[in-house]
């Protein structure tokens, strides 16, 4: 199981990368995190509400009201064109982080600097 605090930076990241292909409400996104992760992390109701929060607040998603099929309604997530540009930007932020960090996990020296 990933500790919450080993993955805290990366929840905008994976809640956007949900959104991307279609509107969800939290109870789903927080089914999709589980399922995606493998059952290895498991995000907490509270987490997930302050970030969908913070993504609205910032622009990065925009939320609409909806039903469920048994007629509950719902508050549905949808990404903003900011929020497919922001996440572009931290998948590109994202594989330069991972390719540096496998760098002194595999004790591998940078390519520039191998002669």
């Known amino acids: 199981m990933i500790s919450a605090d080993a993955i805290r930076g990366y929840i905008d990241l994976m809640i956007l990368s949900l959104l991307r292909t279609e ?3 939290a109870y789903e996104l927080a089914q999709q995190i ?4 493998g059952d290895a992390y498991t995000i907490k109701q509270t987490t997930l509400y302050s970030a969908v ?21 719902r508050t549905y997530y949808q990404i903003s064109d900011e929020g497919h540009t922001y996440l572009e930007q931290k998948i590109e932020e994202w594989n330069l982080t991972k390719s540096v ?12 600097r191998c002669s």
């Open 34 to 37: 589980s399922t995606v992760s």
């Open 23 to 25: 509107p969800s409400y």
């Open 53 to 73: 929060k913070r993504l609205e607040t910032t622009g990065l998603v925009t939320s609409f009201p909806g039903t469920s099929e048994s007629g509950k309604p």
């Open 101 to 112: 960090v496998d760098r002194f996990l595999e004790g591998k020296e940078s390519p520039s």
